[in-house]
């Protein structure tokens, strides 16, 4: 069964400073993998996709994340957080043949300090 | 361009009452799918459908029905309303049957008393 662990619940970071959050991921084939963003009262928004290539891949916002399969990592970084980038992080796992049945994991809320 | 479209935004219900969760997409999507989201447990896949007249069970279907009469709507419907399904309420969509970018509507927050 695929699954997808986010270990940081909880993140805060000041604003200007770099940002990584993590995301760990078990599935039985090549994953697509997914980062999603949610803003309070918000529906979830895709920041970026890795399906297959390169295994750094760039998002919206500014946002990349990079695939590593030797550690089962799809982390996403940000050099510089804006405070606007204050909001809820998932990312998923999915299965090409599968439409939409993506696991995601339980999200890490982002804080952002002036 | 509307994108996905959910009524109502709130909703309380006492338990043992039923309604209809709506949800409407104006991108001619093959896909559409309902979620709950539940504190500390992200999001969890209740029904998906992979066209007009064809829908499957999720990770959590039981208590809840779905039926896609049209490619437009997927509407979620609860018989008889229990605590439990006190959650957020999302209903997603996508272009095609394989696994793509998924656009998510504005959620309803339900309320089971």
């Known amino acids: 069964a695929q699954s997808v662990t986010q270990p940081d619940i909880h993140i805060t970071v000041s604003e200007g400073a770099s940002l990584e959050l993590r995301c760990n991921y078990s599935?039985?084939?090549?994953?697509?993998l997914f980062w999603y963003v949610q803003s309070p009262g918000q529906g979830l928004q895709l920041l970026l996709k890795?399906?297959?290539?390169?295994?750094l891949v760039q998002g919206i916002k500014g946002f990349e994340a990079e695939f590593k399969r030797s550690q089962s990592s799809f982390n996403l970084r940000k050099p510089s957080v804006h405070w606007s980038d204050a909001a809820e992080y998932f990312c998923?796992?999915?299965?090409?043949?599968?439409?939409?049945?993506?696991?995601f994991g339980d999200g890490t809320t982002l804080t952002v300090k002036p | 361009n509307a994108g996905v479209t959910q009524t109502p935004k709130f909703q309380v219900l006492k338990t043992g009452q039923s309604m209809t969760l709506q949800c409407a997409q104006d991108?001619?999507?093959?896909?559409m799918s309902w979620y709950r989201q539940d504190p500390g447990m992200g999001l969890r896949l209740i029904h998906y459908?992979?066209?007009?007249?064809?829908?499957d069970q999720g990770e959590v279907p039981n208590g809840y029905n779905v039926s896609r009469s049209t490619t437009e709507d997927f509407p979620l419907r609860l018989l008889s309303a229990a605590p439990s399904q006190t959650s957020v309420y999302f209903c997603?969509?996508?272009?095609?049957?394989?696994?793509?970018?998924?656009?998510f509507g504005s959620g309803t927050q339900l309320s089971v008393l």
């Open positions: 459908s992979v066209g007009a007249g064809i829908t």
């Open positions: 997603a969509s996508s272009y095609s049957t394989t696994n793509e970018k998924l656009f």
């Open positions: 890795y399906f297959s290539g390169d295994t």
């Open positions: 991108m001619n999507h093959e896909y």
């Open positions: 599935y039985g084939a090549t994953p697509y």
């Open positions: 998923a796992v999915g299965a090409r043949t599968n439409a939409g049945k993506s696991t």
